[in-house]
């Protein structure tokens, strides 16, 4: 009854997508519509437990282990909105869209961790990839400021080598980034399409370039979704804050481009202690709904790059703000139709961090590996023999900020 009545919505869906505007494939779904697919993912979950064990009570554990994991981040706070996107469902901008086989392998990777599993598992949850050195634009907060239009290290072969080494490894995302990634668009796209599609891909980008022709082709390329950097709601605000006039400008057209092109589309927010207000964050995700963007990251700042030096931690009192801000968007069904916030330091505070090497990496332009773009420490070369000794030593040093916490 439950999946017929869910077919049903989706055929709808499918309906009012073909004889609507080509942005209507993308929205936020809540209520009745949520709690049907909800209940039909959660069916899946039993599945992919059953492909992976033989024993029915390890199939409930395993269920039992998915909830706890999920508690551990997000405490009791019920799930009241889902992102749909491209024929599939998004809970987080870091969890694979339901039900590809994307997802099916990353929901393995994970019950690998509980207990192992008969089949081949992903090494890693994301890792970032920074494909250029090059960018236009002078941010207050650019992680890769001493490295900014340096000469390039990575040809597009290494790169290829280095995606086709960490899916090698297994990975449910890679997240491009740079320097600009976009300016490297031919770059991206011959990475994109040597790429095994066992792998969701997103660009991280400040918006500049993302033309109607290239999301196309990145699109076409097999992209799953961009990440486009919006530091205020008030443009001459973000073109200051990116050291580039033209900024907020991109930043539009880089929205309205990607949603055409039906890529799942984010804002990603610099949350600085100037801009932490309830007012502020309000009238930013007023503007992120009016440009119908399915998710917005909030990325707390730190004293690297551009920041060294700078007193730029947050206060306890920012953190409340923001956390009670988070839970409120996401969770207070008053909110259902604003976009879904992606808030890393808010999970990392409460689990850990599962970056540094642990389930997720940074690639520096130089191909070396770092625990997350924001904890910057060469820990070796993806494309050196020793790579895997690398990984270890990385993981072994794991994350200085954020441990991680195991009940
Ligand atoms: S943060 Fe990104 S967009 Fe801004 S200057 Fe650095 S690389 Fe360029």
């Known amino acids: 009854m439950i999946i017929q009545l869910q077919d049903k919505f989706v055929q709808q869906e499918k309906l009012e997508s073909v004889s609507t505007d080509m942005s209507n494939q993308q929205f936020i779904i809540s209520g009745f519509k949520q709690k049907l697919v909800h209940t039909r993912l959660k069916i899946s979950l039993l599945k992919i437990a059953i492909k992976c064990y033989r024993n029915p009570l390890d199939w ?125 668009i031919n770059t991206l796209l011959q990475v994109l399409k040597q790429a095994v599609k066992t792998t969701d891909f997103w660009v991280v980008t400040s918006g500049f370039k993302l033309t109607a022709n290239n999301a196309k082709q990145l699109k076409e390329a097999g992209l799953t979704g961009v990440i486009i950097s919006l530091d205020h709601f008030i443009p001459e605000k973000h073109n200051t804050f990116r050291g580039f006039k033209d900024a907020y400008f991109w930043v539009e057209e880089a929205v309205k481009n990607a ?110 590996i770092n625990a997350c773009p924001f904890c910057p420490k060469k820990t070796g070369n993806v494309l050196d023999d020793s790579f895997e000794e690398n990984l270890n030593l990385l993981k072994l040093n794991g994350c200085k900020d954020y441990k991680i916490k195991t009940n």
């Open 60 to 184: 409930l554990n395993a269920l039992h282990y998915l909830v706890k994991l999920r508690r551990r981040f997000l405490g009791d706070n019920k799930l009241h909105k889902l992102v749909y996107a491209g024929g599939k469902y998004y809970m987080g901008l870091y969890t694979p869209g339901w039900n590809s086989k994307v997802y099916q392998n990353f929901i393995s990777s994970q019950l690998h961790d509980f207990k192992p599993v008969k089949q081949k598992v992903n090494r890693f949850n994301s890792v970032f990839i920074a494909i250029t050195k090059k960018c236009a634009l002078r941010c207050e907060h650019c992680y890769e400021w001493e490295n900014l239009n340096k000469k390039e290290v990575l040809t597009t072969e290494k790169l290829n080598e280095i995606v086709r080494k960490i899916q090698d490894k297994g990975v449910s995302q890679i997240q491009f980034l740079g320097g600009e990634p976009l300016i490297k």
């Open 259 to 368: 949603i055409k092109n039906n890529l799942v589309t984010a804002l990603s927010l610099c949350v600085t202690k100037e801009f932490i207000s309830e007012k502020n964050l309000t009238a930013y995700m007023n503007l992120a709904k009016e440009l119908k963007v399915s998710f917005v990251q909030f990325i707390e700042p730190k004293a690297v790059g551009h920041y060294a030096g700078k007193d730029v931690l947050l206060k306890q009192y920012h953190i409340l703000i923001l956390e009670d801000f988070f839970l409120k968007m996401n969770f207070n069904s008053a909110y259902n139709s604003y976009p879904i916030i992606t808030y890393h330091e808010y999970y990392q505070r409460r689990q850990g961090c599962f970056g540094g090497g642990l389930k997720g990496m940074y690639v520096d332009t130089d191909g070396d």
